[in-house]
């Protein structure tokens, strides 16, 4: 008996960038808004998570395939660039502030220091 093959399927989001991608052995149970893209055999297709892409499927918190005529493609360097400028600025750590708080006390003091207090 022959195994049957193993299918490798995305899921994107409105850009067709790739969000998640799934072989056979890890497949959701409802593909419904996923897109099968392959299909064969071993670890490649069974287990893409790990084994279809030659780099990750995020860089950092940016993704990095986009899926264009039903190929897997990567995105361009100015694409993700794009996408990492839009992401939110982080809000300031506790560290930040009590920097700040800081410079704004050397502040004071060299002012204080000067004369140049009133």
């Not at 960038?17 to 996923?34: H, I």
């Not at 190929?71 to 560290?95: F, G």
């Amino acid at each position: 008996m022959q195994t049957p093959k193993s299918r490798v399927y995305v899921l994107c989001d409105s850009e067709s960038r790739v969000l998640r991608l799934e072989g056979e052995y890890s497949l959701p149970a409802d593909l419904t808004g996923w897109t099968k893209i392959d299909e064969g055999y071993g670890d490649r297709f069974s287990l893409a998570q790990s084994h279809y892409l030659d780099k990750p499927l995020y860089d950092g918190a940016i993704l990095r395939y986009k899926l264009v005529d039903s190929v897997l493609v990567e995105r361009t360097a100015e694409e993700i660039e794009a996408d990492k400028a839009a992401l939110p600025k982080p809000e300031p750590t506790a560290e930040d502030d009590t920097n700040a708080m800081m410079v704004d006390h050397e502040y004071r003091l060299t002012l204080l220091e000067l004369g140049l207090n009133e």
